[in-house]
């Protein structure tokens, strides 16, 4: 295990922002075919699996191309890519934070500037984790070092509960790459003066910078070693003392592995 880090479960907050965190999962779950399209058109690759850190067991978990759910214990895939990887498999890292969108239908008190009523917002988590006594907007912010592509904000443009019975496409992704919070008086989040508007920063004027799904999916496969270098690295972002661990409760929960290959998913052994 990860020296430093707990056991326990890695959520120590409150219901509400457990709910926040199964909503933003719900949503992550539902919009990853779309991104993972995506990176297959992007890299020419067919895809094989994807994993998440578990949030309460010292697994990776995730699905195959099947989108059948599937687990593996993480110390033995740090194993196999120590050893090169699978044959014929490339692979891809990022941190992709998920977060909703609330709607506001009355003015209110700390409103940004230039925005009325009604719009919509995503604030950011600046709480700090009880285990590594950093925020989820710090934590994302710091993994901005890891060299693993853009860091980003994931906020799908849902607002009503219709929206959900649509096909969930790349394109209602709004993608953000983090940016630290400048002096705020309200809430600090992510703003949309209406559903469909550029989202801006509560704190800035302008709109803010976001990646279309296709450049967001312009990213660079990694070979097994390179992928170990990618999770060691992010594992210095969650603890003082970033030894090899066995603990997939260490990484951070925006973390995503794909793995990718050259064969058909026919032909591709999960």
């Known amino acids: 295990m990860l020296a430093g880090a707990r056991r326990g479960p890695r959520c120590q907050c409150p219901p509400e922002a457990k709910l926040s965190r199964i909503l933003e999962g719900l949503f992550e779950r539902r919009y990853q ?9 992007a890299t020419g690759l067919s895809f094989v699996r994807l994993f998440k850190a578990a949030d309460s067991t010292p697994l990776l978990v995730g699905c195959g191309a099947d989108w059948r759910a599937c687990s593996v214990p993480l110390a033995s895939y740090l194993e196999t890519l120590r050893a090169g990887g699978e044959p014929d498999r490339r692979y891809l890292v990022f941190f992709l934070q998920f977060r909703a969108l609330e709607a506001l239908r009355r003015r209110t008190r700390h409103q940004p500037d230039g925005i009325v009523a009604p719009w919509y917002r995503a604030p950011l988590e600046l709480a700090a984790d009880r285990r590594t006594g950093r925020s989820q907007h710090d934590t994302l912010l710091d993994l901005r070092s890891v060299g693993a592509g853009p860091v980003c904000y994931a906020v799908p443009r849902i607002v ?3 929206a959900l019975y649509a096909p969930a496409r790349a394109d209602d992704l709004l993608l953000v790459p983090v940016e630290r919070v400048v002096a705020d008086l309200g809430v600090p989040a992510l703003v949309l003066q209406g559903s469909h508007a550029e989202p801006r920063w509560s704190w800035s004027p302008f709109p803010a910078p976001r990646l279309t799904p296709a450049s967001w ?5 990694r070979s097994g070693p390179e992928l170990l270098a990618l999770i060691e690295r992010a594992a210095r972002v969650t603890s003082d003392q970033p030894d090899l661990f066995e603990d997939a409760r260490a990484l951070p929960p925006s973390l995503t592995i794909i793995e990718l290959s050259e064969q058909s998913h026919a032909d591709t052994p999960l």
């Not at 999916?217 to 496969?221: D, G, L």
């Open 33 to 41: 075919p779309a991104l993972v399209a995506q990176l297959e058109r």
């Open 160 to 162: 009503e509960p219709d």
């Open 217 to 221: 999916a312009n990213q660079r496969t």
